[in-house]
């Protein structure tokens, strides 16, 4: 496994400085964030931001994300025009060698949670999702945000997304994504570049909206939708293991026999209830997910790519971009790397 660390770029209060300073850290995973969803993204502007992580002594390992613009997952006439701008920022991806990236599906909304500082016994804060809140919450009416949404949004822009979801059905939603692969799996195998779809955060409807890259079945038949390690997945632990029908170490361990696992994301959810849960530290004892059979599983295949911790807790008074901060995140790097030596050691 390489181990690697999601940077914000320039703006991120963490520098790369710090992040090198972890014992173990070999990658960054980073975006560039200034470009609008669904424009090119300039060859000159990749490779700038490489040589930034390179200068720090790291190498770029994941491109998480480029964003799907949302007439492609709508399938909009406007799509090719889109798609078109999605081949061409891959070609670009290719040609700076970076290997791989990261991308969801998920209707309007990225990861979503009902309180991102609840507060923990230990004085630590973490996020949380708790259903009930989200049941009453409306994204058209109240003020909510969270740190992975699109912020250039109005209400006026979500009504009208809101209205133009209305029209499409689960399966819509797979038509679209086999169109999007169709057209841009072949560009990212010429380019040498392996795409990695993220599961959905929760992995279950929202808002009303559709969401299907949920479990086991749907992973599988994204990666039939185009038979080739070029279309492969983002294991996140977190995500698909928000839901007690996930075995996330089965899961791994299927999809990494097949070849199909591009990218790892790892943290512990606490599940309360039925689809509620609250975010963990990485240890196994701290959540319900059995953090060290998903390790076994990347030492058995031999993992070779990028796994990061995913979201931490803010711990030790840090006051960081929720989920982003750096002391969790590199105790659980740690962790992970702990767990590997011990396993890789025989
Ligand atoms: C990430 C997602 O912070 C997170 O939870 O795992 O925001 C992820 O970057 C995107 O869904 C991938 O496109
Ligand atoms: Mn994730």
Partial sequence: MKMSFRWYGESDEISLEYIRQIPGMEGIVTAIYDIPVGEVWPLEKIESLKNTVEKAGLEISVIESVPVHEDIKLGKETRDCFIANYQE???????ANIPVVCYNFMPIFDWTRTDLAHPLEDGSTTLIYDEK????????TGELSLPGWDSSYTKDDLASLFADYNNITKEDLWDNLTYFLQKVIPVAKESDVKMAIHPDDPPWDIFGLPRIITNQESLERV???????????????GSLGASRDNDFPAMLDHFLAKDRVNFIHARNVKLVGKKSFEEAAHLSSKGSIDMKAAVEAMAKHNFKGAVRPDHGRNIWGEKGRPGYGLYDRALGATYLLGLWEALKKD
């Fill in 89 to 95: 920022t891959i070609r670009n991806i290719g040609k």
């Fill in 223 to 237: 990666c039939q939708i185009y038979d080739s390690p070029y279309n492969g997945l983002t294991m996140c632990s």
């Fill in 133 to 140: 809140i989200l049941e009453k919450m409306d994204p058209l």
